[in-house]
């Protein structure tokens, strides 16, 4: 009856249905199951014995009890191995809700986007010149002022987002979601990656007050400086160093580019962004924090 048939192996994500997903098996389900197997087996080899014997009363209702045992193993292990009846029903399709700028109410922007008005966002748009339809290479095109508000919904903290989160406000889907992501990221970083990197230069002429604002504020605090050894300006400290790590999934362990065949990336580079301390894989960042709140990234590895 299960000759054949590998019981232990469980089907890989992608081949199991969206809906049976989430009912992964656990290790208890696995004993269970193999104990059942084995119950099963055992059954079948007792019941070929009794009817390879001489056909008796006690034979034949030992070999009954035997059927009604082997039937409900047989039940007991497709319950834990199949979904459940209720989870076959026909989920509802998501559609795009095609939102833009004029379709959200002034209070969303400080709670969703961080952004205080509707006037903020067009403005970034227009002075990072974007284009009106945003594709890649693979012909995935966005509309690019949806896209631009599911980016600020997605990087915006501390709000928690989720997959129902993005299909009930924009009716994406999250699959969706981090495609649009990645393909804005990657835009912004061809296009505009020298306002990101060695920018100190433009924040040097503003080192002298941001001084200043930090030795008034400790003033304020009972921690009072004086000028001994030099005039005003002289105070030293201008920005407060920040180390953080954002923690994230195992890299390196998927493909090095897109496309069929490719090859798989080495290693190392999964070693390289685990860090002991924390026990997690995840890129650690330091920054130097000014008291006008902005942040000037210091290096972004180590």
């Not at 953080?244 to 069929?260: H, T």
Request: charged share 20%.
């Amino acid at each position: 009856m299960c000759a054949g048939v590998n019981y232990r192996i469980r089907p890989s994500i992608k081949k199991l249905c969206v809906r049976r997903r989430h009912l992964g098996l656990n290790a208890l389900d696995r004993i269970n199951l193999k104990y059942l197997q084995q119950v099963i087996i055992s059954s079948v080899v007792v019941n070929k014995k009794l009817l390879a014997k001489k056909a008796t009363r006690s034979n034949i209702k030992l070999l009954q009890c035997v059927k009604v045992f082997l039937l409900y193993a047989v039940t007991s292990y497709y319950q834990i191995l199949l979904a459940p009846d209720e989870l076959n029903f026909r989920l509802p399709k998501v559609k795009n809700r095609h939102r833009n700028i004029q379709s959200f109410d002034d209070e969303d922007f400080p709670t969703n986007f961080r952004f205080r008005s509707k006037e903020q966002i067009r403005l970034l748009i227009r002075c990072f010149q974007m284009p009106e339809i945003m594709r890649d290479s693979y012909g995935h095109k966005f509309i690019t002022v949806e896209l631009f508000l599911v980016v600020l919904y997605y990087l915006h903290f501390p709000q928690v987002t989720t997959d129902l989160s993005f299909k009930a406000i924009f009716g994406w889907p999250y699959w969706k979601v981090n495609l649009g992501v990645r393909i804005f990221l990657k835009w912004m970083v061809i296009n505009w990656r020298y306002l990101i990197y060695d920018n100190m230069k433009f924040w040097l002429p503003y080192l002298p007050s941001c001084a200043e604002k930090v030795r008034l504020k400790l003033g304020s605090m009972g921690c009072n400086f004086d000028y001994s050894e030099g005039g005003p300006g002289t105070f030293n400290v201008a920005f407060f160093i920040d180390n953080v790590i954002w923690g994230s999934c195992r890299p390196g362990g998927g493909p090095v580019r897109d496309g069929p065949n490719s090859p798989r990336n080495h290693p190392l580079i999964q070693q390289s962004f685990y860090t002991g301390w924390k026990m997690i894989h995840g890129l650690k960042w330091q920054t130097c924090g000014l008291p006008n709140g902005n942040l000037k990234l210091f290096y972004s590895m180590q």
